[in-house]
């Protein structure tokens, strides 16, 4: 029997807002309805269906990075092991975390242009 879909919109609002920041990122609806944020149509972070943790596509080796440094922040749950992703506990609003493990994220999905023009923007702040 499936569990139950359980998750809360507003739950994922601090990390969708954040992540919408960045050029060309879009809503989008993603696994089981649940919301999420892409680029380029690729998931870049959605709440999960249980409404416990945002995964947030990172790759392998800054996920093995933030696990370690931040084990409280972030886990990984049997089923991702073999994803790029990590996956953060959603009632932790640390700013300048997010939009940092954020960052990784979009330029990972990013095309070069896109890269080069967000550089460039933001040399002049």
């Avoid at 330029?107 to 070069?112: D, G, I």
Wanted: charged content about 30%; overall charge negative.
């Amino acid at each position: 029997m499936k569990k139950p879909i359980e998750f809360n919109y507003s739950d994922f609002d601090f990390v969708k807002n954040i992540a919408l920041s960045f050029p060309d990122t879009e809503e989008s609806v993603s696994h089981e309805g649940t919301p999420s944020v892409k680029v380029r149509r690729k998931l870049m972070c959605r709440i999960h269906d249980n409404g416990e943790f945002i995964p947030i596509r990172i790759g392998f080796e800054s996920r093995d990075f933030y696990m370690e440094t931040y084990p409280q922040i972030f886990h990984l749950p049997e089923h991702f092991k073999n994803y790029p992703y990590v996956c953060m506990w959603k009632d932790w609003h640390d700013r300048k975390l997010v939009t940092e493990v954020l960052e990784i994220c979009w330029r990972s999905l990013a095309t070069k242009k896109q890269i080069k023009d967000f550089e460039a923007a933001n040399s002049l702040d």
